[in-house]
């Protein structure tokens, strides 16, 4: 649980802080002059660190709880931003034509990471829950994997592993 906690923290701390920058290039931008205020940079913050809680949870669980958890991590953090967002619609629609391009750049920049939000909470939740534990050698043959191994993206990988599957060595035939 304290790896959740830890996990959420920081992707939370990472994604209001990135979401934050991306907001000021907005509003460089479109040629709003707001002040960005340290007390509404931290409740950006503090809103990206609760967003995070469902995917650092869901982060040691089976493969597809965990993808179910990363995905409302970045369904409802995309809406909660695209809300914000729509407060700065009427400045973005009357923004030049030349400031398009950056906008759209922009656009994508924060969509990337209301996406990676969710997927480092659960890698780095993962990371802290196997801290302590000696990493353990992935499944080498996935027709048979080792007890205790299980798939996920289509690897066998045993829990608490950090390591890459080994490949196969050459001319063996993968076997």
Not at 34 to 56: D, E, K, Q, R
């Amino acid at each position: 649980m304290l790896a959740a906690a830890m996990g959420a923290l920081v992707a939370g701390v990472l994604g209001g802080l990135a979401a934050r920058l991306l907001m000021r290039g907005v509003a460089v931008a479109v040629g709003v002059d707001t002040s960005f205020t340290l007390v509404a940079t931290v409740m950006i913050t503090v809103v990206f660190v609760v967003l995070a809680v469902p995917a650092a949870i869901t982060a040691t669980a089976r493969p597809g709880i965990r993808r179910g958890g990363r995905w409302v991590t970045v369904l409802v953090t995309g809406w909660t931003s695209a809300r914000t967002g729509f407060a700065d619609a009427k400045s973005i629609l009357l923004a030049e034509e030349e400031q398009l391009p950056v906008l759209a750049a922009l656009a994508v920049a924060f969509a990337a990471v209301v996406t990676a939000h969710g997927r480092f909470a659960q890698w780095l939740t993962r990371r802290l829950a196997t801290s302590g534990e000696p990493a353990r050698p992935y499944a080498a043959n996935l027709g048979h994997p080792e007890p205790g191994a299980e798939f996920a993206d289509g690897e066998a990988f045993i829990r608490g592993s950090c390591q890459s599957p080994a490949p196969p060595a050459r001319g063996t035939g993968g076997h």
